[in-house]
C-alpha cells in the first residue's frame, strides 16, 4: 500500500469547515483513499472513501486531485465533537482488504 | 454504537500471564480482525478471519493467536505477557467478502491491556 503524508495537527474554529490534507504520491492507480478518525481512545470511525472521483457523505466530502497525488477531506461545519485524530490510509483491497496501514495521522483540534 | 461488542474492556495482570480477549462482530459480518495500539507503534494490523478461517497475518507475535468460531466470534489470546504487550486492542468487523476490494470497516470499543 503506498504511503502517506499528513501534518501532524490542525485547528479549526467551531463551525467553520476543516480541511485536512494528505499527500500519498506514490499511489497506484488500483488504490483507493480512505479516511477513519479516532476519538480519544474509542474504536476508529470510518468516514469517507474514494478512488478518483470527489464522494460526499453526511460526515464529510472527499476531493481527490485528478492526478490522485494527494486528496482532502473536509467537514464542512465542524464541532466541538470533531476533534480528534484523522487518519489517511491507501489501500487495494483485494487481498489487503482490511490490512490497514495507520499512520501518525492529523490530531485535529476544534475549538469554540 | 458500532454494533461490534469486545470484552473485557479493562484487563489488569502480571507478566508471564495468559489472557483472553474476545470480540462479538456486527450481525452478518463474516469478517473479524484484530489490531493493537500501543504507544510507540500505533495502530497495528494483528490477524484476521473470514467466516471461521484464517485469512491475513500481519504483525502478531508467536505468543500471540486468534481463532473464530462458528458462531463468528472470536478470541484473541496473549500469552507469556511482557510489559510491552500493554496497548489497546481493537476488534473489527466487515460484511465485505475476504479480498473485497472496498468497504468500511467496523471497530469496536477496544479490550485496554494492563501488563504490570
Known amino acids: 500500500d503506498a504511503k502517506t503524508t499528513q501534518p501532524p495537527s490542525m485547528d479549526c474554529a467551531e463551525g467553520r469547515a476543516a480541511n485536512l490534507p494528505c499527500n500519498h504520491s506514490?499511489?497506484?492507480?488500483?488504490?483507493?483513499v480512505y479516511w477513519y478518525r479516532q476519538i480519544h481512545s474509542q474504536g476508529p470511525q470510518y468516514i469517507i472513501h474514494?478512488?478518483?472521483n470527489n464522494e460526499t457523505n453526511e460526515m464529510a466530502s472527499l476531493i481527490i486531485t485528478e492526478d490522485r497525488k494527494s486528496s482532502t477531506l473536509i467537514l464542512p461545519h465542524a464541532t466541538l465533537r470533531d476533534t480528534a485524530v484523522y487518519y489517511c490510509?491507501?489501500?487495494?483491497?483485494?487481498?489487503?482488504?482490511?490490512?490497514?496501514?495507520f499512520g501518525q495521522g492529523t490530531i485535529l483540534t476544534v475549538h469554540p | 454504537d458500532s454494533g461490534v461488542t469486545q470484552t473485557p474492556k479493562h484487563l489488569i495482570t502480571a507478566t508471564g500471564q495468559r489472557v483472553t480477549l474476545r470480540c462479538s462482530p456486527r450481525?452478518?459480518?463474516?469478517?473479524v480482525y484484530w489490531y493493537q495500539q500501543s504507544l510507540d507503534q500505533g495502530l497495528q494490523f494483528l490477524i484476521q478471519?473470514?467466516?471461521?478461517?484464517?485469512?491475513a497475518k500481519g504483525n502478531i507475535l508467536e505468543r500471540f493467536s486468534a481463532q473464530q468460531f462458528p458462531d463468528l466470534h472470536s478470541e484473541l489470546n496473549l500469552s507469556s505477557l511482557e510489559l510491552g504487550d500493554s496497548a489497546l486492542y481493537f476488534c473489527?468487523?466487515?460484511?465485505?467478502?475476504?479480498?473485497?476490494?472496498?468497504?468500511?470497516?467496523?471497530f469496536g470499543e477496544g479490550s485496554r491491556l494492563t501488563v504490570l
Open positions: 490510509i491507501v489501500t487495494a483491497g483485494g487481498t489487503s482488504y482490511g490490512k490497514l496501514t
Open positions: 450481525s452478518g459480518d463474516l469478517s
Open positions: 506514490t499511489i497506484s492507480g488500483n488504490e483507493y
Open positions: 473489527a468487523s466487515s460484511v465485505a467478502k475476504s479480498g473485497s476490494t472496498t468497504g468500511e470497516l467496523f
Open positions: 478471519y473470514y467466516n471461521g478461517e484464517e485469512r
Open positions: 474514494g478512488l478518483k
